[in-house]
Every structure is written in C-alpha cells, then in structure tokens.
C-alpha cells in the first residue's frame, strides 16, 4: 500500500519518548518532514539525531501547561519555515488517582495541557491544512473514552471532553479534505506505563513484576504493546490511504476493551 506520506509535514508532540517519539520516527520512516515538540532540548536533539537523515526535520521546545505560548511558537514556526499537513496532539498524561480526591488544580491543569493545547494547535495548523485540501489532525488519548478506568480519575474525565472536541472538529472540517482522530492507546510498554504500574504496585501492596502480570494477564493479547504499534496505527491514519476514516476513535490495546 502505498501511503502517500512522502514530503508531508507533520508535527508530533510529545516526541522524545514513548509513543510520541515511536510516531516521530515511523513517520519520518515514509518520508515525511518531522518537528518534534516536547520540553527538553537535550532529548529533543537526541531523538531528532534518530530520525532517518534524507528529509527536513526540526523540533520547537514547548511546554504544553503554557498554551498561549505554545500557540505563539507554532505560529511563529509555520511563518519561518512551512505549515503542517498532520498534527499528532500527544503529552504526558495526568497524574492517576480517585476521583474523589483529585484536586481542581489537576482538573484545570489536564484540561490545560490536553484540551486547550489540542485546540490552539489546531487552530494554528487547520488554515494551511485546508489550502492544502489534505490535513490530519491525530489525538493520542486513552481507551478511557470508551470505558473509565479506575484510578485514572482526572485521565478518564479529561479524556471524554477531548473525544467531543475531536468528534464536533471532525464535522467541522470534513470538506476540506481534513481527518480527526483518536487513538486510544491500552497498556504500552513506555516510561508513563513503568510509573503507573509502580504506583498500582504500592497500592496493592504486592510488586511491580506481579503487577504488571496481572494487567497483562488482564489484556486477550496477554503482553503490552510496543510503542512501535500504536505508530503503525497513527501513521496509517495520517496518510492519504485512511482518507474516509473520520471522528473515529480506534483502541490499539490488544483488545482489552470490553465494548464495542
Ligand atoms: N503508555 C500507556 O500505557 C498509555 C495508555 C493509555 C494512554 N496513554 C496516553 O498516551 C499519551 C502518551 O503516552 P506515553 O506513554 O508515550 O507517555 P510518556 O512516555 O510519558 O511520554 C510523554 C511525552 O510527552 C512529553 N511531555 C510531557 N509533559 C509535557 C509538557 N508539559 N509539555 C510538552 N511535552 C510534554 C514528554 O517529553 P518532555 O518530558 O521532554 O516534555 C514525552 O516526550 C499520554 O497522554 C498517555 O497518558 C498511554
């Protein structure tokens, strides 16, 4: 199949590790233009150093609880260099915990860092996009959209609010050529995973190996998935072959997710 990626651009946060970092270099794989987004330069070098070297890649150092700053460096990116026909909404994840006891500082700082970011970015890229007739707006979020897992009470609340974001912007700018889309990641082997099961771990008094059994045990595919797949999936959705694929959202976990 051909993808049809080669000299896109594409700007994919949350880049110097994990999934983020997995979809940057997949991506540059097929021949697109990468920017990495994340807050260290060091690492941001150290990734960029990976990509394969035959096209233009860069990287913007950004802090996603600063969103208006964020807008401003992306805005100021797109007049320097070139607009972006794919834009990957990924960062870290919120701290987990219940519900109840969360704060309304982790509420505002999730929406912060997820919903509003994903909205500044969007409104900086969609207008090149649209002259362009092609654009792919891809959110990493989490198979909480579909059904709350328990512990992550700020994630899953967060997560539903960015499921309706994407899904009403789909409708929006389906015309255009333009594509919105969740991928929703079950358990991944990255360094968000690590702290979660040690935290899972410490609750339930039992050890971090034990523990991460029984959420593989828990999963039909009976291991984690490798970064490398959810960006198999995030690319296949960015280029021109997933085309009239729109407003979905698409759990690559192994089929740990219970409903339809
Ligand atoms: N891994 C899983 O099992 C899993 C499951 C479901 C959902 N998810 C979700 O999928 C997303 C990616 O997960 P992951 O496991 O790849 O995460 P990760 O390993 O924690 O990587 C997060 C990336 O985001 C960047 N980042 C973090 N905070 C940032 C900020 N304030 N501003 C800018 N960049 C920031 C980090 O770089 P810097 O620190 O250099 O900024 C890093 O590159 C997260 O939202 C996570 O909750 C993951």
Redesign the pocket.
């Known amino acids: 199949m051909d993808l049809k990626l080669n000299n896109k651009n594409a700007l994919v ?9 997995a979809t940057a270099i997949a991506l540059a794989e097929e021949g697109v233009n990468v920017t990495l ?4 330069r060091e ?2 070098k150290a990734v960029l150093a990976e990509l394969p070297q035959h096209r233009n890649h860069s990287y913007i150092v ?4 600063n969103p208006r700053e964020l807008q401003e460096q992306v805005i100021k990116f797109i007049e320097k260099n070139h607009g972006f026909h794919i834009v990957i909404n ?5 701290r987990s915990g219940a519900i109840l006891t969360a704060s309304l500082e982790e509420f505002e700082n999730a929406f912060t ?1 997820h919903l509003k970011c994903n909205h500044v970015l969007a409104q900086a890229t969609i207008p090149f996009m649209k002259s362009e007739g092609f654009g792919r707006v891809i959110n ?4 909480s959209v579909k059904e709350p897992i328990p512990g992550l009470g700020v ?1 899953n609340t967060i997560r539903g609010a960015i499921g309706n974001w994407s899904k009403t912007l789909s409708v929006e700018v389906g015309a255009f050529g333009i594509t919105v889309n969740n991928v ?5 082997d ?4 690590a702290e ?1 099961i040690k935290i899972k771990a410490k609750n339930e008094e039992t050890t971090v190996e034990a523990m991460a059994e029984t959420m593989k045990n828990y999963t039909p595919a009976k291991r984690f998935a490798q ?1 490398e797949e959810t960006a198999n999936v995030i690319t296949f959705l960015a280029s021109e072959a997933a085309s009239y694929v729109n407003g979905v959202n698409i759990p690559v976990d192994g089929g740990r997710t219970k409903s339809l």
């Open positions: 946060c949350g880049s110097t590790q994990g999934i983020g970092k987004v994340a807050r260290n690492k941001l950004a802090d996603f609880s990924n960062t870290g994840g919120p860092m990493v979020i989490s198979t994630s929703l990641p079950g358990f991944t990255t360094e968000r995973l979660i970064p």
